[in-house]
């Protein structure tokens, strides 16, 4: 595990998860209040945790660069989270935003996983096993600037 200082990190908060589960809360809330039942309190009790819980794993994604790995994760937790040694990159390319068919989120696609929040554009690596995966962040640009001084790097050492 390196305990080095990232040179790059990059993030975005979901605003618009957080608040569809205010909203979820703030309703299930006013629906246990309208009713005035007991009976509705488990409700409650369940739902505002589970809310909070996911909005701590999942309304934050946020991609760093550190001098011998590239690091992404969701949520103020750091669960889930990946890590990826830079010996291990063959290649970077920079792309557009994953289409509105791919979503959000950890994804399976056609051109390997996909890490996203956001509409930002992406960063398609690919390992030297030949397999790909896309990270997408708002500084996608200098992130792959960043990412090929440091392949370019290691490739005249």
């Not at 990190?9 to 299930?28: D, E, K, P, Q």
Request: proline share 6%; aromatic share 8%; glycine share 6%.
């Amino acid at each position: 595990m390196s305990a080095s200082i990232p040179s790059f990190t990059s993030h975005r908060v979901s605003g618009w998860l957080i608040a569809l589960m205010a909203s979820v809360a703030a309703l299930v809330v006013f629906q246990a209040r309208v009713a005035n039942a007991t009976a509705d309190g488990w409700a409650v009790v369940s739902t505002l945790p589970i809310s909070v819980l996911l909005l701590l794993v999942f309304a934050r994604f946020e991609v760093s660069l550190h001098s011998d790995e590239l690091r992404w994760q969701f949520g103020w937790l750091g669960v889930p989270r990946w890590r990826l040694p830079l010996s291990e990159i063959q290649s970077v390319e920079l792309q557009p935003p994953a289409t509105w068919t791919e979503g959000y989120g950890i994804r399976f696609t056609r051109h390997g996983m996909l890490y996203n929040l956001g509409p930002d554009p992406c960063l398609r690596i690919t390992r030297k096993n030949g397999k790909s995966l896309r990270v997408a962040c708002p500084d996608a640009a200098k992130l792959a600037a960043l990412l090929a001084l440091r392949l370019n790097d290691r490739g005249r050492r």
